[in-house]
């Protein structure tokens, strides 16, 4: 699915979709500000096991996550084909390393699935829900929901 003027006007919205292993995701396209390639991190002591680092972005240190394993998923070993999405989670900018970005996706929330029962407390408490097109079934995924220690820093 595509852009189309008429899921906008119906109340569509706009998401990123990226591929963290043989699974798929999506973002709400506002909070990407960015996609760059790749770009070794500096570790930093005493952070969480899903804190890759920090990369200097234009002069800003910009702190990188392997969402595959923030999301409990394998970690990921970083390769030149790997991007890095810059997200704003709450009011905090951040990379969220990915496998790619495959999309943008215009879909109305009548595309979306609510996320199945049987999927764990964790999964549910960051997936919005499944959206199902094109023999593709993608996971919507709300940001601040898997960040919620960004917005408690913050305060």
Same mark, same amino acid.
């Given at each position: 699915?595509?852009?189309?003027?008429?899921?906008?006007?119906?109340?569509?919205?706009?998401? =990123?979709?990226?591929?963290?292993? %043989?699974?798929?995701?999506?973002?709400?396209?506002? /909070? &990407?500000?960015? @996609?760059?390639?790749? #770009?070794?991190?500096?570790?930093?002591?005493?952070?969480?096991?899903?804190?890759?680092?920090?990369?200097?972005?234009?002069?800003?240190?910009?702190?990188?996550?392997?969402?595959?394993?923030?999301?409990?998923?394998?970690?990921?070993?970083?390769?030149?084909?790997?991007?890095? =999405?810059?997200?704003?989670?709450? %009011?905090?900018?951040?990379?969220?390393?990915?496998? /790619? &970005?495959?999309? @943008?996706?215009?879909? #109305?929330?009548?595309?979306?699935?609510?996320?199945?029962?049987?999927?764990?407390?964790?999964?549910?408490?960051?997936?919005?829900?499944?959206?199902?097109?094109?023999?593709?079934?993608?996971?919507?995924?709300?940001?601040?929901?898997?960040?919620?220690?960004?917005?408690?820093?913050?305060?």
């Amino acid at each position: 699915m595509t852009y189309t003027a008429k899921a906008i006007s119906q109340g569509g919205r706009e998401l =990123i979709a990226f591929r963290i292993g %043989d699974q798929e995701f999506t973002v709400n396209i506002m /909070a &990407v500000r960015e @996609i760059r390639g790749w #770009t070794p991190a500096t570790p930093m002591p005493h952070t969480p096991a899903y804190m890759m680092g920090v990369i200097n972005l234009r002069g800003a240190v910009l702190p990188i996550i392997d969402l595959s394993a923030r999301l409990g998923m394998k970690p990921a070993q970083p390769t030149a084909r790997h991007v890095i =999405i810059v997200a704003q989670v709450h %009011d905090k900018i951040v990379g969220l390393l990915v496998d /790619a &970005v495959s999309d @943008i996706l215009t879909i #109305t929330d009548d595309n979306i699935q609510p996320t199945p029962e049987v999927a764990s407390d964790l999964e549910r408490s960051f997936a919005r829900g499944i959206i199902a097109i094109e023999n593709r079934m993608i996971c919507l995924v709300e940001l601040e929901a898997i960040f919620p220690d960004i917005e408690s820093e913050a305060a």
